[in-house]
T-cell receptor, first 114, second 110 residues
């Protein structure tokens, strides 16, 4: 069990550019979640996958955001035409899907949009 | 909708003091309840959890009891240490998705 990993750990970009983040979940976990955390706040749900199927998206996820999980393994979160308001920590978590099971979080990707 | 409310912070205590961080929730269905901790420069870690009413979660001297009648899950520790300084998040899960409170910053002085 190597834990949930995320890359890159930090990303600085200019407004209007596209960025992509990657999450590698714990290998036997079939559910994968993305959250966004802004300074001084708790994480907020963005979207989640069961295997390769994206089952729910938050209203926070504008059309500029897209997430994929090909083959039900790693996942990517892409933000197009970034805005300064997108600056946040993007967190990925995974769990087995068993009722009451624990979500294990990755270290996050901190995005700064200049 | 689901929501979690934590006591306002920051909380500053001396070492060996008693800690309580209040957490109340609103949820549809039957949530599982969690406390996560975020140490400086690190990611979110599960501290403890409870999956049904009257369950007590405990870990590293911290405890919280799932109180359905008061919709609460208050975090307590009898004697805090400097190493407990961190941000603490109360959260609930319905169907797997977590809803977090805003977090409480705890600082413990020697």
């Amino acid at each position: 069990d190597t834990g949930v990993s995320q890359n890159p750990r930090h990303k600085i970009t200019k407004r209007g550019q596209n960025v992509t983040f990657r999450c590698d979940p714990i290998s036997e976990h079939n559910r994968l979640y993305w959250y966004r955390q802004t300074l001084g706040q708790g994480p907020e749900f963005l979207t989640y996958f069961q295997n390769e199927a994206q089952l729910e998206k938050s209203r926070l996820l504008s059309d500029r955001f897209s997430a994929e999980r090909p083959k039900g393994s790693f996942s990517t979160l892409e933000i197009q035409r970034t805005e300064q308001g997108d600056s946040a920590m993007y967190l990925c978590a995974s769990l087995t899907g068993v009722l009451g099971d624990t979500q294990y979080f990755g270290p996050g990707t901190r995005l700064t949009v200049l | 909708g689901n929501s979690v409310t934590q006591m306002e912070g920051p909380v500053t205590l001396s070492e060996e003091a008693f800690l309580t961080i209040n957490c109340t929730y609103t949820a549809t269905g039957y949530p599982s309840l969690f406390w996560y901790v975020q140490y400086p420069g690190e990611g979110l870690q599960l501290l403890l959890k409870a999956t049904k009413a009257d369950d007590k979660g405990s870990n590293k001297g911290f405890e919280a009891t799932y109180r359905k009648e008061t919709t609460s899950f208050h975090l307590e520790k009898g004697s805090v240490q400097v190493s407990d300084s961190a941000v603490y998040f109360c959260a609930l899960s319905v169907g797997g998705k977590l809803t977090f409170g805003q977090g409480t910053i705890l600082t413990v002085h020697p």
